[in-house]
């Protein structure tokens, strides 16, 4: 199968580029290569994929509408898998157009990418960040998530509405993803797991919001790309028992879903930086703060959906992650915690 995979020097588009070739996949990957973050752990990424015989790297922005209709013209993919996007929370605070351009801007190029070249299934990310102002546990995707408290959010709940829409008038098989809190090796540096890994090492206090009191649905990264690969194997199909007067916002008479992708049991975050104390043998200096705008207390996934319908099963225990995690980390970061 040929795939196109965006964001593929990001820290799920490589992961999961891997285990699509390794399969026997073709995969052509696209990424802006950025300065988010630094765009040396995005080459490295890349790297890792660049001995893969199906493989091709084409650097390309998906808000550019020409060079995205072009690249659909050209490679033909029989799928798509869309993990480009301007990510962060707080950054969404003081950037606000940088989301615009990548997650809106961009996503209607992909679909359009879509529209027009018969893609047979389009998976998407979405962030479980949409949730927003809902305090009912654990997250559902038949909720009403009307109420995101960033912009980043709001741009993720845009995503799901556009899909819905070309998934109405085109029959476009689409699939959203909404994605708890991915960690593992090879993650991002504006990450809690990487900044808190940097000061522990250093002996530099880290910045612990709402004193400590968050909890979230930690999923390590080999379970997150289990996933997708099982959904990006299955297209979408309509839901024909979908009521008009009584509708689930999970489901669609047209080809449309989507699900919570997570680990389905919440860790208190002072659990997670005690896991990472271990592995890393040195204790943390914690400067508890409140919380953050734009930030939710906890997030837990409902993924009863995914496990019936995919057999679903995430199986990385915090300790045996976050372990992983660490024994990258102190081979890719000097042991001050400075960049390769």
């Not at 615009?100 to 679909?111: C, E, K, Q, T, Y």
């Not at 949409?130 to 912009?151: E, I, K, Q």
């Not at 959010?153 to 995503?159: E, H, V, Y």
Request: with cysteine.
């Amino acid at each position: 199968m040929k795939i196109l995979v965006t964001g593929v020097a990001g820290f799920i588009g490589c992961v999961q580029a891997i285990r699509l070739l390794e399969r026997g996949d073709e995969v052509i990957g696209i990424d802006n290569l950025n300065d988010y973050y630094d765009i040396n752990l995005k080459l490295a990424r890349l790297a890792r994929l660049q001995d893969y015989a199906q493989f091709k790297f084409i650097k390309l922005d998906i808000a550019d509408r020409l060079a995205i209709a072009d690249l659909f013209a050209q490679e033909n993919p029989q799928r798509v898998i869309h993990l480009a996007a301007q990510a962060g929370v707080r950054y969404s605070i003081t950037h606000p157009h940088a989301y615009i351009d990548s997650n809106i801007v961009g996503f209607i190029n992909i679909l359009e990418g879509c529209r027009h070249h018969k893609i047979e299934h389009l998976v998407y990310a979405s962030s479980s960040s949409v949730y927003g102002a809902n305090t009912r546990m654990p997250f559902s995707v038949h909720d009403n998530v009307d109420h995101p408290v960033s912009l980043y959010a709001a741009s993720k709940k845009a995503n799901e509405l556009m899909a819905h829409t070309y998934s109405h008038l085109y029959g476009i098989p689409t699939t959203g993803l909404r994605f708890f809190t991915v960690y593992g090796p090879w993650g991002r540096p504006d990450m809690s797991p990487m900044l808190f890994a940097k000061n522990i090492m250093q002996g530099k206090p880290i910045d612990v919001f709402n004193y400590g009191n968050h909890r979230r649905d930690f999923t390590f990264i080999d379970d997150i790309v289990t996933g997708v690969t099982k959904v990006v194997d299955k297209p979408a199909q309509a839901n024909l028992l979908w009521l008009s007067d009584n509708p689930d916002p999970g489901s669609s008479s047209a080809p449309y879903k989507v699900y919570n992708i997570g680990n389905n049991t919440p860790v208190p975050l002072l659990d997670f930086i005690g896991a990472l104390e271990d592995a890393l043998g040195k204790k943390a200096i914690k400067n508890l703060l409140p919380m953050q705008p734009g930030d939710v207390p906890d997030t837990y996934a409902d993924v009863s959906e995914l496990i019936t319908e995919f057999d679903y099963k995430p199986t990385t225990s915090i300790e045996v992650g976050v372990k992983a995690f660490v024994d990258w980390y102190q081979t890719m970061y000097k042991t001050d915690g400075s960049q390769f």
